[in-house]
């Protein structure tokens, strides 16, 4: 018994140490990151000595960016010992956004982010959660919630040629307010608020995120079989897929769906899926453009046919032209 109770004693003391030793290492590879960036810095970085997780704390946590700063008090990074490879993130309640020299008080009523790892791709990320609530901007409303769900996924035969990696991503965005966007540098353009968005959403990149590489993916394609955005009292639906091509321009075939022609209009135009430009052909020739079919010949998601007072706007961009019923009407845009 006495041996018994004495080898207890020596695997509590063997896991205590490693559970403290992987914390300890953390916390010098997170400080070295944070020291190697020139837009981060934190006051302390500490180890969390939480029985229940090994974690990584950070104090006086600031982003700088010449657009755009994130000041927080604290942030907490964490993994539990069944889930080692997904990680937590615990955020304050408050914190701040610095934009033009100007700091305003940032509010979260309440927020939960995860990521987890895939130890057989370099360490990409193959699942991300995240979820905010009751986002406010000097006590004032921002958005009245955020959910984002991200999966990795394989790479089929109709991802485009330069694409390396696929996430689908499933979004819902509710009461996000333009005029507190515009006053943190972000111009919503001509868009009314509040904003909301709803629907999936599939990302290629040139390459696989990793946490272990130096350079950021690029996108290269996107493809939606249902994204519904609203703008004030005007809706919007988006079917549709583009592509990057050699030029960097974006090529494919959209279908926006609107039971309010006009609105649609100002939206897509808004959005920058038409040139400005284009608005005032657009009007004047809609119902025509709505009777032409969609391209079959190039890849994308099914379209389904409007339904009973509704309009369908087919889009093509296709060598740099952005095209309505056949006939350029200015150049794509950049993906």
Known sequence: MRRAVIGAGVAVALLAGAWLGAESLATRRVAQAIAADPALQATEVRPLRDPRRIGVELRGLDYRDPALGISLPWARLSLQPLSPLT??????????????????????????????????????????????????LDGQPFAQGLSLQARLVSLDAAAPDLAAAAYDLQLSLAGLQTGALARIGLDPGPLPGPIAADGPLRLWLDRSPSVTGDTAPQLVGWQTEGLTLQAGEIGLRIVGRLSRDAQGRAEGQLALYSSDADAMIGLAAGLGLIPAQGQLLLRAGLLQLARAPMDASLPGPEFPDPVEGELRLPIVMRDGQLMLGGMAIGPAPAL
């Open 87 to 136: 990680a937590r993130l615990d955020l304050p309640d408050r914190g701040s956004i610095l934009q033009g020299g100007d700091s305003l008080e940032l509010g979260l009523a309440r927020s939960e982010a995860s990521l987890s790892l895939s130890p057989l791709n370099r360490m990409a990320p193959d699942r991300l959660d995240l979820q905010a609530e009751g986002v406010t």
